[in-house]
Each structure stands twice: as C-alpha cells, then as structure tokens.
C-alpha cells in the first residue's frame, strides 16, 4: 500500500503495469520503493468532456440517420421528437457508451440481425476532440465514463437501492484511489488464482461411499509424500484378493467351481511335467549320450558293411550285405518258412530245394552260397551292429513327440494359461520339436550350439499357478459351507476404488501442487484486503461527504420545489472505502416501507432529480449531463422548477435534454432567453429509412420570435423569387405563407399579449407571475392584432366562388410580419 500511495502520488494514477509491480511486491518478487517524501497530496483529476455528435449509427434500434445528430457548442441542447423519432435510441447509445448500462443495445426487431452494431462518436476531452467507431458489443468510452445521464431507470436505483456518493473531496481521493488499487490487486492474484484449475478426475460415483473415495476427495495442499505413496499404493498381494473376491463373487455353486480348479490345476502340473521332460533331452549329458549310441551303431555298422564286401566278392551281384539286400534276405526267410518250406530251416538246400524267389532248382554252388549268407547274417559283426543300432533306435523312441501347436494351445486353455505365458511355453516345446527332429536325422547340435531357452522363470510361474488352484479350490471348497456376500461385495469395492485412485497417481501428485499454489494465493489476497482503508475512510467519509451530500440533497429538493416531499437522504454503511446511501420516508410508522411504494410517479421523478443532481453537483470538472424526458410524470410547478435548474446547470456544464413534449421546448425557449443564454433545438424525426434524422424544427415548434423571422427570411425570400418569374407556385407558397402568419397571430395572442394565462386546450390557468403582465395592453395593441387577424383570416377559411380573396403581394407580405415583429420586440420589452 506505501508503494501503491507512491506511485499514486507521483502518476496520479496506477496502470496495468503498476498493477503487475504491486503483486510482484506482495509474492516477494520486488523491492518496495524507500522514497516515502510526498504522502497524502491529493490523486483527484478533472476534466473538460464535451459531447459533440453522434454518427453512422449501424443496427442500433431503428436508428438509421444521414446526417449526424450534432449537438453544436451551446451548452444547453434540446433534442425534440415525436414519439418513435428515434430519441431514446440516442439516450441508449449514450447510456451504454458512457457505461452507465451494462444492458445490450437492441437491433430493429423487425429485420434480421445486423451484421455490427455500431457508431461514431465525437467528442472532446479538454478541447481535444477525438472520434471514436464504438462498436456498441464491445466496452464502454472510458474517456465518457464521467458523463451523468437521467433517464426513468434513475428513478428506480435511488429509491430502492443504495448508491454512494460520486463527489469525493480531495481529502478522500487516496483513500478511495487506494481502495480502487487493492481491489484492482486482488482481482489480479484472484484472475490467477482462478486459472489454477482442478484436472483431477471424478472418481466414480459406484465408489463414493468408499474410505479411499473420502482421502481422495479430501487433499490438501499440506500432503507429505509418504501420504500420497500410501493413498495411491496397490500391491500385487491386493491385486490377487481383488481378483479372487470378484470370482468368488461371480460363483453360484463354489463346491462346482472347486472341482473346476482341481481340474485347472492337473492340466497346468500336466504341461509343467511335459516341460520338465523335454528338459531332459536338452542337457548336454543327454546329447552327449546320443552321440556315442549314434557313433557306435555307425561305426559297427560299418564293420558289418566291411565284412559284407569279403561275401560280396564271391558274389556275382554288387550290394550284398547292405540294407536293402538285407531286407530281401529277410523277406525270403520269412515266405520260406511261413509258406514254401515251414518245416525246414532258412536257407533250405535239403534234395530238390528250389530258390524261394526264382523257384529254380538249387545246384551245388547256389545252395553253399546261400549257406555262406545266412553265415554271415548271423555273423558277430553283423549282430554287434544291429544290437547298437537297436540302442540308438530305442533312446530315439524315449525322446518326447514332436506335438502341433492347435494341440499345445489346447492344453493351454484348459489349464486357463494367458496367452504371453502360452507364447513362452510354445516357444520352448517349438525348440524342443526342432531338436527332436535334428536327433531323428542324426544332426544331434553340441552342447554350444542348443538354442533351447531357459524356462525356469516358466516352471516358476506355472508352479505358482499351481498353488494359486489349489489356493482357490479350498476356498471354494469353504465357501460352500458359509460366505458373507455383503462383506466380500463392500471388500471388493474398497479394492476396486483403491486401485482406481492407484491409477490416478500422477494426477494426485498435480493436484497437490496445485492445491499447494493455489493456497499461496490466500495470504497474498489477504495483504490487499481493504478493511482497514474502509475503516479510515468511514471516518473521514463522516466528516468530509455525508454532511456535505445531505445538504447538497436537501438544497435541491428546495431548487425544484420539492421540499415538501417527506423524504430524506441518509448514510447507510460503508463499503471499501466508499459510503453507501439510501433515500427514506422521513418520519414513517413503517421504517422499512420503500419510498417507490408510497411516492406518486411524479414524485418519484422529482425525488430522483434532486439525487442525481445532489450526486454530481460536487464534483470537478466539466462533464455533460444527459437527460432523457426529466419532465415526464410532472406537473407544471415541477416542470418549470425542473426546467430553471437545467438552465441554471447549463451555465457550467454542457445539459443535453430530450423530449417529445412541445410546451417544455416552449418553456425552456423563454427560460433560456431570459437568462440570456443560448438554446440549440434539434428537431428530429422518423423517415422512411429509419429514425433519429436530424431535420429543421418544424414551425409549430418555434417559439414566435423565431416563427416571424423564419417566415421574413427564408419562407418570404422563396416566394419573392417565384413572384418574380412568374412561377404557378406562387399561389401555393403564399397561401402557406398566410395561413402560418394567421396561426403565429393566434398563439402570440396566447403567449405574448396574454403572457400564458390561459391557452387553448389547456385546464390551468397559470396567473402566478403571469397575470400583472396584462396590465401592458394597449388599444393599439389590440388594433394592431384585430386588423392582422382580420386581414389574413380569409387565407384560412373557404372563399366565395364569386368574390375570392385576393392573395397579398410579397411587399404587403413583407411589411405586415416585420409590423408584427417590430410590435413582438416592443412589446416583450415593455415596462409595467
């Protein structure tokens, strides 16, 4: 606050950079100023604001002008209509572009919606003029924000509402300066503070009802990290009593479902034994042992074959000895002895033996060779290789079965393995298969060159499962003597809950440090808390504005005739700073009845006036008062009370004034004369392209002064030049010209020679500073008025078809209105 005072008094005011300064000071971003010097000299500024016109206005009601409403350099303007010419419309461009209405302006309900709304304003600011496109969607001017504007809505905020006081004494201005500052400081850290928004998701709302939902509903900013870890822990132990909670849940007959797992678990000790024996065959002891089997079969195979080439050379084919030769040798034996000789041994070479496969007769030398083969078959060398073949063959046979995988996956899914684990198994009885079927060929790899991979992690995991089955039959096995479903259903929701939040650890984590941000704002919104400059400005407030304010309240209740309106004007509270104020029934049974209740409308009217007047009557600088019809509702004291303090405030301000009513531009046409001030009048009017046209004021809506020298100027001038070519609308233009004379004849009758007694069309009679000024007539006066009556009465009535009425020259024109002008001016100044 000392660097805000500072600033203060040397800027006389604080901007969005100073704004960002200030919160640094409060975060301890920044140094405070030690410059003290200059303290409490006044902050207050004034300015010169002058409305000059509006323009160009663009989908604003049904305002659609050509010209732009100009408001000239008199300080009084009168901007006269009918009803629907388009003057509220200009009211309410006024009221939203000066801020005084946060209300949208409205578009021709009619028509579609305008693509912008908008128009150009031109006003000046201590004789700066300066133009403005304002777009009527977007901010108020805040160079037009000091303007004061009246309108029926004023009626309403100052007899229901509290208001406080817009006159601040220099005295005050640091207070209120520095209220403003705070309040600019903690919307600033509040804007902030507002952003660090929560990303923490709902939790379900299944789960609302859990203790874990209620921690994590409930983090502060002040968490320590072993609380966060706890909170958002979930181990794998409660990941299984989750898991096995929803199956024992799932489960209509546990005693079914036992027998079920039993089932799972023969099939998983099925595939780990299956694994563990083909484990065997992957050692390199067990490849080692085949070798030698192969290697011995091999190489008395080999013996056999050499002893077989000795009997092949006596022989007369090639081959003897060999498989294949081996194989018809065994063949021959089998037929002979289960068909041609089954009493006889193989070979048979007894009499008359024939060769089982040619049927010949066996001589001599045929039957010792087929002795000397048998010979050899049953040979030692022969025997030895078949007895190490039959070994390799038959550890050949104990290997494990090359297996389809359609088969394997089977199995799997009995045992109810998931699939990452099924792949791992796959893989390794895959290699397995491989292996087998190299051993088979007779490839058997050495110890370094068997790929089978390690599947102890495998027979791990499958001999968990395991007791994980056996685990669950027994518990199934109790549950179908007795389970407490509530409970188990409550435990598992606690689980489900818990390892939801346990997904959410990251976002717990970022919700805490946000928690943890957003509380460093509260101290700091604290340091721009404006109690205490409330406190000292109500103090102040007490003896500087509430007394003044009443008065001034009071004295212009007096001005505008008003006082005998029991109401009064009283201090209420105070708000940063600021006084806050109510309008009250003065001495009333019913403290709490509204004034807007019991106050006729006119009342209202007035009531309001002298508030509004009261509020900004104190203040600096030169602003422009608005007043949009200030006389609707009252009667005639009030309205020429009302009108003498416009023309009283027009001498130090600019007062733009609109209405629709012809005798208040009549009244404030005399008023302003006699204070000798000028008028500007606007007349504006509804055109076929829209309203708010600024046009000439129409000539029943001149005083008549200024009627008579409209009628000798321009109206006289354009007849003089159709007299003088002969033009046909000579007639016209004169008969016109007689007929407004016959009428201005009529009203100066009214308001000059009868000083408003009475009026046509009019009840009152107003005597009241009005009726000595009969005591002026004269009998000329009444000649001169009798003979101009007569004389033009024939322009206004119907003539006789035989004797019509001869229409005057543009001279007789010309002398009869200055005649009458001359009379108007001498008359008006006539003394008593």
């Known amino acids: ?159 229901t509402q509290e208001n406080e006081a817009s006159y601040t004494p220099s005295e005050m201005h640091l207070f209120t300066a520095l209220v403003d500052v705070c309040e600019r400081v903690f919307a600033f850290l509040n804007a902030e503070q507002s952003k660090l928004v929560s990303k923490l998701p709902t939790i379900p709302s299944k789960y609302q ?26 181990s794998v132990d409660s990941a299984t009593k989750l898991k096995d909670l929803g199956e024992r849940l799932n489960v209509a007959d546990p005693a079914v479902t036992a027998k079920k797992r039993r089932e799972v678990k023969t099939q998983i000790e099925s595939i780990k034994t299956s694994i563990e024996n083909r484990l065997s065959v992957t050692t390199g002891e067990s490849l080692e042992n085949l070798r030698k089997l192969l290697k011995d079969a091999t190489q008395k195979r080999q013996i ?75 040979g030692s060398l022969e025997s030895d290789a078949k007895v190490a073949e039959a070994a390799f063959d038959d550890t050949i046979q104990k290997l494990p079965k090359i297996v389809e995988e ?50 102890c992690a495998v027979l791990t995991k499958l001999s968990e499962l395991i007791t994980i089955a056996e685990s669950k039959a027994k518990q199934f096995e109790a549950d179908a003597k007795v389970f407490d479903r509530t409970k188990a259903q409550v435990e598992m929701f606690e689980l489900e809950a818990k390892q939801w939040v346990a997904q959410q650890k990251d976002a717990v984590l970022t919700e805490v440090k946000r928690l943890k941000d957003f509380q460093k704002y509260e101290p700091w919104k604290k340091d721009a808390n404006t109690r205490a400059l409330t406190t000292e400005a109500g103090s102040a407030s007490e003896m500087l504005i509430t007394e003044s304010y009443i008065k001034r309240f009071n004295r212009e209740l007096q001005h505008l005739g008003a006082e005998g309106i029991t109401v009064e004007l009283v201090k209420s509270r105070n708000v940063k700073g600021r006084g806050k104020y109510r309008i009250q029934l003065r001495n009333a049974k019913s403290p709490y009845t509204n004034p807007i209740d019991i106050l006729s409308d006119g009342e209202k009217r007035i009531v309001s006036l002298a508030a509004i007047l009261a509020d900004v009557a104190g203040q600096g600088g030169n602003v422009p008062f608005v007043f949009d019809d200030p006389i609707s509702s009252l009667d005639q004291d009030f309205e020429e009370r009302t009108i003498a303090r416009l023309v009283e405030l027009s001498a130090e301000r600019q007062v733009i004034v609109f209405t629709h009513r012809l005798s208040f531009l009549s009244i404030l046409t005399k008023a302003m004369e006699k204070s000798g001030g000028s008028l500007k009048t606007i007349y504006i009017s509804s055109k076929p392209w829209g309203t708010g046209e600024p046009a000439e004021v129409p000539f029943f809506g001149k005083g008549t002064k200024e009627a008579l020298n409209t009628l000798k100027d321009a109206r006289l001038n354009a007849l003089k030049t159709c007299y003088a070519i002969g033009s046909d609308d000579y007639e016209i233009l004169a008969k016109a010209i007689c007929g407004d004379f016959r009428i201005v004849l009529e009203r100066i009758v009214e308001t000059v020679l009868l000083a408003d007694v009475v009026q046509r069309h009019r009840r009152e009679i107003n005597t009241m500073g009005k009726i000595h000024s009969l005591a002026k007539i004269k009998t000329a006066d009444c000649d001169l008025i009798d003979k101009m009556m007569t004389k033009y009465s024939c322009y206004e009535h119907s003539q006789s078809n035989e004797v019509p009425g001869q229409l005057p020259s543009p001279g007789d024109l010309d002398n009869d209105i200055k005649e009458v002008l001359t009379w108007h001016i001498e008359y008006s100044q006539r003394k008593l």
């Open 1 to 159: 606050m000392r660097e805000a005072a500072i600033r203060l008094q040397k800027n006389n005011t604080v901007d969005e950079n100073d704004i960002s300064d200030l919160v640094k000071i409060i975060k301890g971003e920044k140094q405070i100023s030690p410059d003290l010097s200059g303290l409490g000299t006044s902050v207050a500024t004034s300015n010169t604001v002058r409305l000059i016109s509006l323009s160009d206005v663009k989908g604003i009601d049904v305002l659609h002008p050509r010209k732009p409403l100009d408001f000239g350099s008199d300080n009084l303007v009168l901007v006269y209509g009918r009803n629907g010419s388009g003057k509220s419309g200009y009211a309410r461009i006024l009221k939203k572009c000066c801020g005084k209405t946060t209300n949208p302006l409205k578009h021709n309900v009619y028509d579609n919606p305008p693509h912008e709304q908008s128009c150009a304003i031109k006003y000046s600011v201590n004789g700066t003029e300066r133009m403005q496109q304002w777009d009527a969607k977007g901010r108020s001017i805040p160079d037009l924000s000091s303007v004061d504007i009246f309108d029926g809505a004023v009626d309403k905020f100052y007899l």
């Open 304 to 378: 056999s074959l050499e002893g077989a080439k000795a009997l092949g050379i006596e022989s007369k084919l090639e081959g003897v000895g060999h498989n294949t030769w081996k194989a018809l040798w065994e063949a021959a034996r089998e037929y002979s002895t289960q068909c041609a000789y089954q009493d006889e041994s193989f070979p048979h070479t007894g009499s008359q033996a024939r060769c089982v496969l040619c049927h010949q007769e066996l001589d001599a030398v045929a039957k010792e060779r087929l002795l000397s083969f048998e010979t050899f078959i049953k």
């Open 209 to 234: 009802s859990t203790r874990v939902a209620g921690q994590y509903a409930g983090l502060l900013h002040n968490m320590k990290q072993s609380e966060i870890d706890m909170m958002t822990e979930f």
């Open 406 to 455: 359609s088969e394997v996956r089977t199995r799997f899914q009995a045992a109810e393995l998931d699939e990452a684990l099924g792949n791992e198994i796959w893989t390794f009885i895959d290699k397995i298969n491989a292996l087998v079927a190299k051993i088979q060929g007779k490839a058997i790899p050495t110890a370094e060159e068997n790929t089978i991979p390690s599947v």
